[in-house]
């Protein structure tokens, strides 16, 4: 089969790693394209977890994790700048009850130290108190380096800060097959076949399946599912600070109260087996287990607050002999030319996203002279936010654009002008999560009650096609299928 188009370096899998790695290779006079099943990037496990900037004092000294994990906490405050998105310092509070809980924190205090996380300390329960009267615990360590990120927000800006510098994204292909013909990859996609010369495996959860096609082993994955609530903004003004519970005795966290960039507050994950790549169900059994456990966090986990569920799920590389849990895998080599391989990328994935990919690159640029892009900017320009803007703000907003005068989502505030921005993203990304994703529209108290319909007929207008051709998120996930009486 001849392929629709020939490229440098082919990306499979638009997660954050992937999106991360396309921003870094876009760096280079390298034609890039990502490959990804979904509709819009970071629709998997990307998406699904607690948007927490991570410190490093829980990972295995000079480990791969221990080491990307210290390296992408240190630079984002840059990052985060350099994409617009929102990220906040907060620092983050391990709390304790009983002397095992200290001797676990103090275990795990020594091993940030070691890693070279800075600034932790003990601290008792009056300046817990300071710090959050909310929290729980009667003495906690005091993390000053973690934070809080949108990780959609994140994903997205990695994207269209590579698409903007030459990366091109192709939606919708779910690869089927990987094949290596003379010094070219042919990779057959459920719509095409496409070539490269060289191939990045950033597929997340399906990342053994990739593997196996480029020739190395199916690595054994673990499936560790976890549960969230999403607690109303009404309960942000509660927390101002992530609220860990003490590590156990492997170094796995339990549920946890964290506030979110945007005033919400997450409760959870959970941690429980399955086997099922994208069972992303919430149980009445986990949820009731979250609130039981979430209120030792934060004194404020009250139903009163919650306003949406759902379910994440952590793919770790595991040893089936002795179940070990093991590291990050990044691999290249001889046997598998022009390949890097990335394997059991789970948490603190989205913290280690540039890191890997650096490393990624590096290994290109180690077999391959890259030219600079002279071209490449870091910076990315996100949508501006009415609900973020000062008075005078919105007033000269509103003048320029009348349509900053027009609210969508009431409960987000999010404008008719935040929605056409949204609609013509530089991806090309025009299903209504997209949307939400991008704005925060359908997030606030309603669900989208209000708003949804409206979103819907815009992205009709907007690009000119019958409301049958609407997707909330997926491939066949459309939001009409016909009229339920003709018009008269």
Sequence with gaps: MEADKVFDVAVIGAGVIGCAAAREMSRYQVKTAVFEKELDVACGNSSRNTGMLHAGFTYQPGSLKAECAVEGNQEFDQVARELEIPFKRTGKVVVGFDSHDMENILKYKAVGEKNGVKGLRIIGKEELNRLDSSAGGEFAMYVPDSGILDPMQYTIALAENACQNGAEFYFGRNVVSIVREGDIYRIHTSKGCY???????????????????????????????????????????????PVYPAPNDKGGFSTHATPTVDGNVLVGPDSYVTEDREDYRVTKEHLDGLIRDGQKMFSQMKRDYFIRNFAGIRWKRYDPETGEILDFMLESDEEHPNTVNLVGIESPGVTC??????????????????????????????????????????????????????????????????????IHNPLGVHTVTGIKNRTRATMGRCQGGYCETRITKMIEEELGIACEEVRYSKENSWMFTGKVREEV
């Design 195 to 241: 070539a490269a010369r060289w191939v990045i495996n950033c597929a997340g959860m399906y990342a053994p399946e990739i593997s196996e096609m480029l020739g190395y082993p199916n690595y054994p994955t673990k499936g560790f599912k976890g549960e969230y609530f999403v607690l109303d903004k009404k309960a942000g003004k509660y927390l101002n600070i």
């Design 353 to 422: 996203a540039l890191p890997l990919a650096r490393r990624a690159v590096r290994i290109i640029a180690e077999k391959e002279k890259l030219a600079e892009n002279p071209g490449f900017n870091p910076r990315r320009k996100g949508i501006r936010k009415f609900s973020e803007m000062r008075a005078e703000e919105k007033k000269a907003a509103v003048a320029n654009d009348p349509n900053y005068g027009e609210v969508i989502c009431r409960c987000e505030n999010v404008t008719k002008a935040e929605i056409l921005q949204a």
